[in-house]
């Protein structure tokens, strides 16, 4: 740690990389904290010098505010101009508005100033193609002519979104989540939050989101979200030069993401805690916190659905690991998946309409004046009971067609959306699982309502109804059916209950919902302790250390660390008598991360540790700039090299890139402790050793395969690379 | 944690106490966590056996979710039976129900059918104290008579209650939040969570708060659940026999605490997670809810104010560390604090009420059946504006009198709550500060409506007010400043959003308090980052490591080890050749609480560390058991020890006792990542070498010593004992 101390003096020298990690390793979370505390240091006692650097410490110290700032209000903004963009697409697929093009359906009739309409969906300036085209807007050739170019526009929108995808952005597709999450753990993917990626994901999802798939805009919201964060952190040397510092940043942006998706900032600063973030103090949770309220304001003051309160969902998807043969060919796939969903979507009502329209009407309640056909109850004038007292109703007619329709529409959408998951378009997860918890949940909501109806002296309903009271009320079933649903995929409880009470304001019903949530996870365990992020991780061999899984074999450091029986001996280095051809043979013949300094290999006492990527770069740079380093200079970690005569090789002294205070464990620690230690302190690897003497090195891809061989999985098969 | 592992097999013989902690010292979270992973290793492969076992280890899995819901249970019926009692206490304070003296006063007049009363307060079976004694209702001597009698009450009650604190049970005094948090990081205060102290407390928080002292029951609730959830971990030996294990039960039933004191189970959890507790991880999240969720529902079927939603509050204390002369005789001091409060208290309708009731009056709006004097606006029908559309009326006399009331009672507030903080009597923290907040904000609130109505041409309420809308609600002013004055207090930020819109249904308001919860937490820390409870913890001098504060300053752990440059040398065992002897002088001749282990003297290579506890207990079990172990026996670390002829003094084998794998730095470690291993891994202590060679130990207060000198503050002060 000290070693990264010094790394800074060093950094101040022409070296621009040492300290930094390449592409897809992991970070050590001990050596970012210990760098960022030894700058804060040094910007605390720089300020007493000048007014200048004074200034320059408070905007310093405020700088994680002013990100959190930033990322507020771009989020939102993003948010808010998709929420516009996918609206009009989404309309545009069905007709145009005369008056002006760019606008949706709602705004067109909204403008209209004929509100005189009962149905606010009927205006003149709203056109349907095949009224525009041919002047008839009623028949079944213009009912003809409205499908085609509905599954048209639907195919063009995919079409784009996944070659732009595959063309400028392959890190665009997907929700992103999982990869956030193992970002966030610590693991390095670049170019995943890059400038490129912003832009093309928030296109694409636009995209891919209006035509029509089973998918929706709440996963890649968060990872949109978490672009905006690392764009901004690179306005500020204290976040893009430090991976910890980053990963706050991150974890905070990922709170706002779910802030917008939802309009749920307390849920969204939760979602982040309980699902995300891996390193989540209460720092973080203050900032992302204020990043929420921010993101959640903006958005609010764009509006973009005229109401002050939610911006409501759109679909999603669902049901991991299913890849066909059509996977090899991306783009034909999602046309495939496009043409299939619309030309099936199409002719049903519940799946013609936007996700969020239907979850919105499956919440609902049947009021007096709800022209929908799921309210389309018989009223008994005989009985004398106010109109808005549903559930003592019988159903009429369009209630069972309804129940028919829902019930294909259920078949539809589980099916589809095992089929849409894994596409190379942005698709996000949350709401097509809401989709089909709320179909069913409105489906086993009528069928009590009318078991109540029609058998009211039953047992159960005799207790529960009295008479000329609500029992039954079909909308609060659908409501807890899509939380009970979404939680048994992402296995969230508390933040599940928070975002679902501000998406629909319904705090009375905290019980129900809480409820469902905990009941789904405990059913869900029980076949499987992983959410669908945590299987995506592994589907994709991130080396992801879950803090959920328990480990409790009995196990000791020393079956885990290598060298293991028959290997080579460990690759060491010594404090003064390897030479610069000793280690550069040591650097080409191996590709470990970094390499233990002991006293000598007789005693194999350990003095520190030295990353490759630092040593390489040092004895580079020294071979260039410093006279008399040769191959066979002495390299000497120690703290006082030999004076040297000038003819002689000069010694190359490198204890300022050694870290002097190495994580150590004894060889037998249990390695329940040893995980432990890893995810607790987020370490990059551990040396193992008996009364002081080096046995051997534990890594974090070590550990993960080790736990993989304890469940009997594969450990092979669960590593990246 | 090796040697925690063997310390089990130690365990099935008779040592007791063997692996247990003394009073007022720290756990180490790594070995409880440990010995927790060799029980459940053990039940699980017991569980292959029989059928018995099988169920046995199905009992121990789910035995957490059943401890769970006995918290929530009985905390829920604690939470009702405490609300009924200080209702009916508090009214007795000012009459008695004619028809059933066990009645509260909206009880009595809610049974007495005659509810055309307009006024439900007034009815012929509640009668006051003056009205009852001497048949007149009304009139100067009626109210003095009341007004003795209502203090008489009030002195009765708080005399019970200082007496049975001081006499049964001193731990039950204050709100216990800051020892819970204590607890909970892992310190051991035996008794603090006993069942005197849950039964003294629930029945002293009663009369204290029926007293009418400024101080509330929310604090306390927490206390009590947190004494629920120590009393059901006796009930299984996962919980009773492992102090990490049992925190994490604590740690929920403070959650279910919350919930019941405000009815805000979503709250509690994260009050639990960001307030109070130390180690928690999702399991204990999972687990927190699912209490929360049973202790709502368990009150809410209690119901003790007759509205299934919230349960409201009563007053609590505010503003530290006064302590008066007074302060040397609690009863007296409880007497005196009571007198002035019940004097003052009874004239002013704002303090004389519950403060429950104050605030729930301040939060509320005028509607136009409201009759409080706040609502007394002149309506103006010249200009035909809806009743209910208050803006922009002009204030009556009776708000204008109310301002000043409520002014009074601020200053009021404010004296008696930092009067009221200390005394030896139950007493929690959120009220008076809401209260405090919803005064001034209430009165802010009226003074912008005022200026809104009497100057509506202003710039900023020409764009704020439309003509006729609403446009100031003094209501939400309230709200917003409770909420900032409580975030003030207690730094908390998403919870503190949470529990107040789960109090006031306001889910609209959320960016308000949001903003007035962030402002708040700004404008506090700008005066010094610590809350109430961690300046209450510094006070009393815990040694409580807390994750807030960060430390920035660059020492080396060889800075802070002990033995510093001029002491003694470490006090150290050698592995084989030490004498019973030997061992006996070294416990009595130092009082730590463990002793490194080394191979010999000269080496200093360390092997392990041994427990003073568990070493006194074998010691002692060894003179008296095993034959020729005496005095001049040497004892063995090692793995196998010499075998002698019968007639020397026997060999005593320890390897057992002693732990392989004690934690190690080097002495290089910077002290910021020594102290973040202590708060992360909770550990009691940690050994400090340099290549291989023990130089030194580090323990927590060592931490907490050397963290307090480079803050400035003496050392000395802020350590219990």
Known sequence: MNGAGNLMDFLDEPFP?????????TIDWLREKSRDTDRHRKITSKSKESLWELIKSLLDAWSGWVVMLLIGLLSGTLAGVIDLAVDWMTDLKEGVCLSAFWYSHEQCCWTSNETTFDDRDKCPQ?????????????????YVLNYFLYVLWALLFSFLAVSLVRVFAPYACGSGIPEIKTILSGFIIRGYLGKWTLLIKTVTLVLAVSSGLSLGKEGPLVHVACCCGNLFCSLFSKYSKNEGKRREVLSAAAAAGVSVAFGAPIGGVLFSLEEVSYYFPLKTLWRSFFAALVAAFTLRSINPFGNSRL????????????TTQLG?????????VTGITAVLAFPNPYTRRSTSELISELFNDCGALESSQLCDYINNPNMSRPVDDIP????????YNALWQLALALIFKIVITIFTFGMKIPSGLFIPSMAVGAIAGRIVGIAVEQMAYHHHDWIIFKNWCRPGADCVTPGLYAMVGAAACLGGVTRMTVSLVVIMFELTGGLEYIVPLMAAAVTSKWV???????????????LNGYPYLDVRDEFTHRTLATDVMRPRRNDPPLAVLTQDSTTVEDVEALIKDTDYNGFPVVVSRESERLIGFVQRRDLTLAIKNARQKQDGVVSSSVVYFTEDAPQLPASNP???????????????????????TVVDIFRKLGLRQCLVTRSGRLLGIITKKD??????????????????N
């Open 17 to 25: 990389d040492v300290g930094t990690y390449e592409d897809f390793h």
């Open 126 to 142: 709203w056109q349907k193609w095949a009224e525009l085209m041919t002047g008839h807007a009623e028949g079944a050739g213009a």
């Open 311 to 322: 911006v409501l969902f759109y679909v999603e998807y669902h049901t991991p690991w299913k």
């Open 328 to 336: 090899k060919y991306p783009v034909l796939e999602v046309i495939a």
């Open 392 to 399: 003592d109703r019988p159903a009429g007619p369009g209630v």
């Open 524 to 538: 869900a365990d029980a076949f499987g302790k992983e959410g669908i992020y945590e299987s995506h991780i592994q």
């Open 650 to 672: 000069q010694p190359l002294k490198l204890r300022r890139i050694l870290n002097l205070s190495p994580f150590t464990v004894t060889d037998h620690t249990p390695m329940e």
């Open 703 to 720: 550990v993960l395969r080790h736990m993989a061989q304890m469940m009997n999985q594969d450990p092979e098969s669960i590593m990246f």
